[in-house]
Nanobody, 120 residues
Framework: QVRLVESGGGLVHPGASLNLSCTAS????????ANWYRQAPGKERELVAS???????KYADFAKGRFTMSRDNKKNAAYLQMNGLEPDDAAVYYC??????????????WGQGTQVTVSS
């Protein structure tokens, strides 16, 4: 059974940093685009950052300049380094692995999420 496990969340003060990790099992992680999403209470889930199979990264506007996404395919892992955290960054952060196969099938896997709380 495919598993994505996030870790690294926690309670921090404004301006602090966190490094989230996502580790995948069963799937050949290097074949998948990896994404970080977040969902705050009462809000829709939103995309934070994406990294493609070749390493190209895209960020949501709110993440540019503060967050850095990376991957290590040898460790089947993706990371999200978050600096300068603000109260608005508080949310559950989810890891997603996605692939559109040539035959038209789609594989989409989610982790259980890790809570990030930013409060003074």
């Amino acid at each position: 059974q495919v598993r994505l496990v996030e870790s690294g969340g926690g309670l921090v003060h404004p301006g602090a940093s966190l490094n989230l990790s996502c580790t995948a099992s069963v799937i050949v992680f290097r074949l998948y685009d990896a994404n970080w999403y977040r969902q705050a209470p009462g809000k829709e889930r939103e995309l934070v950052a994406s990294i493609g199979t070749k390493g190209g990264v895209k960020y949501a506007d709110f993440a540019k300049g503060r967050f850095t996404m990376s991957r290590d395919n040898k460790k089947n892992a993706a990371y999200l380094q978050m600096n300068g955290l603000e109260p608005d960054d508080a949310a559950v952060y989810y890891c997603n692995a996605h692939r559109d196969w040539y035959a038209g099938d789609v594989s989409d896997f989610w982790g259980q999420g890790t809570q990030v709380t930013v409060s003074s």
